[in-house]
Structure formats: C-alpha cells, structure tokens
C-alpha cells in the first residue's frame, strides 16, 4: 500500500507547495479564494501557484514539554521565509537541533505513522 499525503490541500506528491498568487501580484500559502490579505481582492483575482518550498530559517524553537502529553516531545518549530516570500510556520526535521537562522531551508516529504507521508523542513542538501 502506497503511502498517503496526511494534507493533499497543502502540498504535492513531490514536495511542492499549493499556494497562490494575487492580480496584485501578493503570493500567499496556502491558497484560498476569500480574499488578499494586501488589496482585498478574492475569487478569480487568486490564482494557485505551486512554491518550490525552499527557504531560508528565520528562528526556531525547540518544545521539550506539550500541554498534549500524547504529543511525543521533543519537537522543533520553525519560522521560514520562503523564495516566493510567504512566511509559514512549520515542523522542522530535526525534532531537537539547533540550526541557525539564515540557514537555506528545504521541504522534505516524510512517513510519518504507519501509512502517511507528511511535509517538513530540513537544512538543504
Ligand atoms: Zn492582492
């Protein structure tokens, strides 16, 4: 059985990520369709635009303690600046290594349980 993408809205089988582009030329992630969050237009002023998740870290931490105790910890969140300039906020790889800001910044597909494939971000390379 072939693994599944834990979020198909999001990004693709091959790592990519479904974001979107505005007439103004504003790029935002993940795509929608309700409205710029610089000029206010929405509907068919929004295209889908795939980013090529690469980035560069601007900080990270790492959680040693979840209020969720089912929640394995440690984990580390990261902050990216993406080429396309969308900032996100996401899962880093590295569930408890500092990595230093400005690193450049890579989206990886990974498994994650028995069957899913999920996206994180890694140092590139
Ligand atoms: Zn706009």
Do not use: W
């Amino acid at each position: 059985m072939e693994n599944q993408l834990l979020k198909p809205t999001l990004y693709t089988p091959a790592g990519a990520l479904l974001g979107g582009r505005c007439t103004c030329g504003h790029v935002f992630f993940p795509m929608q369709t309700h409205g710029c969050e610089v000029c206010g237009r929405y509907g068919a002023d929004l295209q889908p635009m795939t980013l090529s998740g690469r980035g560069k870290l601007l900080s990270a931490t790492i959680v040693h303690l979840h209020a969720d105790k089912a929640r394995a910890t440690p984990f580390t969140i990261g902050k990216i600046a993406l080429a396309e300039g969308p900032v996100v906020r996401t899962l880093l790889l590295d569930r408890d290594r500092e990595i230093a800001p400005g690193t450049p910044m890579a989206a990886r597909l990974v498994p994650i349980g028995e069957t899913g494939l999920d996206l994180r971000f890694a140092p590139e390379g």
